[in-house]
């Protein structure tokens, strides 16, 4: 039998493996499975039964499953590289990098991970870091036309076209270009109005076989940005749409409602007022809430304009902070009710661990933007860490708000922006539970509305400092003229003067969003 049989169970592995490399997934795992009857800690099977999951795109379950193989054998090199990309598809940047870190501290010559680090870094706004690593890439490889492309467009973010374009020109002269340095191109393109020549260059670049799905889903993002940007939008809808199909990622929308609805259960109005409260006095934190896509980016981008607020990002500290305060949840006594079991210590533990980390963006600033949209999943926790906190809440026309995050190319971690239906079902929740919050938080919570913004700016950046209770500074209304740079995927709006162009967007691809104006009118 296996068990007694070296060479039997070596070709169970090999078996195994080869199915994994054939695509063969369901038959992979099904060999997986059974080796482990037998032999549950083996590293190489159980880290193969994760990547088995992440070709699924099932990344829980790949997460688990190489964790449970570090946890065999810390040293796996492997297994640490397939962490980093299972958490690097649900949107875990942060956590990927530091597994990739480890590869590369090992495998040094490993360009593969040196370039999915240097893009993480990029996408991060750790821009210095990220050339790092694609000029160690060249050194190891010259003429590695990814580490090139990816070296351009750290540029290209940081507004330096010229620097960018100069980079990438001798490859598109002398027909050299791969699939990394056409996207660069069509960025740059579209920003010289210069959008159909780019197009011709994508639509051929998609045309061929050998580029890989990140890639061509990326494609058919930016050709979607070009057609709509030159008027034609059922060309632009196709690319958009071809993109989210070939994420094959899938949002439960099921259980998306039962956690809103545990979310209000927890801080119900009666349950609030049980809760204890961080005795933090702290006005430093002003965070910024939202739907993604509905002016966060901008609204930050304003007030750190001003010379005592900094903008530190989206910060993934608050839903981290809630997790943790989550373990002492208490289920009630009918299986219906929550109720969290913590106390003013645990609460000011957390407090300072996030105070910790604003300080580390400033020093000296009397106010820090924290901008993670989807804080407004925690809003209930951050009443309890930071009484005197300040909550700004950006709406945006709904239909606008949604179809911008169809034709934005999220991570996983965005799932519910993939298809049209999702977005307008997530949508909904979103605006159900900030009327919860509304109705049963005492944290001050300022609306502002993209629109009103945009008719009106001076009034309604007056409103945003004076909320943030600091005396007013011209340089608010100038924020395109800070020389901060936006880190986020609206940084090419947030550093330009405001525009009208965004409003009514929806109206261009009626015909197309049928399934998500039905789901929105569900919304009396």
């Known amino acids: 039998m296996m068990k007694a049989d070296p060479g039997a169970i070596k070709s169970k592995k090999e078996l195994a493996i080869s199915q994994f490399n054939a695509g063969q997934l369901m038959e992979a795992r099904q060999t997986c499975e059974e080796f482990r009857l037998l032999y549950p800690d083996d590293p190489v099977i ?5 990547m088995v999951f992440g070709s699924l795109n099932q990344f829980h379950d790949s997460i688990k499953f190489t964790r449970k193989a570090i946890e065999i054998d810390p040293d796996y090199v492997n297994a640490h590289y397939n962490l980093g990309i299972a958490l690097q598809r649900i949107g875990e940047l942060e956590e990927a990098a530091r597994e990739f870190e480890y590869v590369v501290a090992r495998r040094a010559d490993n360009i593969q991970t040196l370039i999915l680090l240097g893009n993480i870094r990029r996408t991060t706004g750790d821009f210095q870091r990220s050339v790092e690593c694609y000029r160690s890439i060249q050194k190891l490889d010259p003429g590695n036309l990814d580490a ?7 540029f290209e973010k940081q507004g330096q076209d010229k620097r960018a374009y100069d980079i990438i020109k001798p490859y598109l002269q002398e027909g050299l270009a791969n699939a990394e340095i056409s996207l660069v191109y069509a960025l740059l393109a579209g920003k010289r109005g210069d959008a159909d020549s780019a197009i011709d260059h994508l639509e051929k670049i998609l045309g061929r076989d050998e580029i890989n799905s990140d890639t061509r889903l990326r494609l058919h993002f930016i050709t979607g940005d070009l057609y709509d940007g030159s008027g034609s939008y059922d060309e632009a809808f196709h690319h958009y749409e071809r993109g989210n199909q070939l994420k094959g990622m899938y949002f439960d929308s099921y259980q998306y409602r039962r956690d809103l609805d545990r979310t209000i259960d927890i801080f119900s109005d009666t349950n609030l007022c049980t809760y204890p409260r961080s005795s933090c006095q702290s006005d430093l934190p002003l965070f910024i809430v939202g739907m993604p896509r509905s002016g966060t980016s901008l609204v930050e981008q304003i007030l750190a304009s001003h010379k005592e607020i900094h ?5 993934a500290d608050v839903g981290r902070l809630a997790d943790v305060l989550q373990h002492g949840m208490r289920r009630g006594c009918y299986g219906l009710d929550f109720n969290l079991q913590v106390t003013t210590e645990q609460l000011d533990e957390v407090a300072k661990n996030y105070l910790g980390n604003l300080h580390r963006n400033s020093q000296t600033a009397l106010r820090i933007t924290d901008k993670a949209p989807n804080n407004f999943l925690h809003l209930g926790y951050i009443e309890l860490m930071f009484p005197h906190a300040r909550i700004i809440h950006c709406k945006r026309n709904a239909l606008d708000t949604c179809l911008s995050c169809y034709f934005q190319n999220f991570h996983a971690g965005h799932s519910y922006s993939f298809r049209l239906e999702d977005v307008g079902r997530y949508y909904l929740g979103y605006l159900e539970l900030m009327e919860h919050w509304k109705r049963v938080l005492q944290l001050p919570i300022h609306e502002i509305e993209y629109e009103e913004l945009v008719d009106n700016p001076e009034r309604e950046i007056r409103r945003l400092v004076d909320f943030s209770g600091l005396p007013w ?15 986020t995927a609206s940084y090419d709006q947030a550093n330009k003067p405001i525009y009208r162009r965004s409003m009514g967007r929806w109206r261009n691809y009626k015909q197309q969003i049928g399934p998500l104006i039905k789901e929105l009118s569900r919304c009396t």
């Open 148 to 154: 090139i492309a990816g070296e351009a467009e750290v």
């Open 473 to 487: 500074d011209e340089s608010c209304l100038s924020h395109e003229n800070s020389g901060r740079v936006t880190r």
């Open 311 to 315: 903008g530190a990002g989206e910060l």
């Open 46 to 50: 159980v880290c193969l039964l994760g």
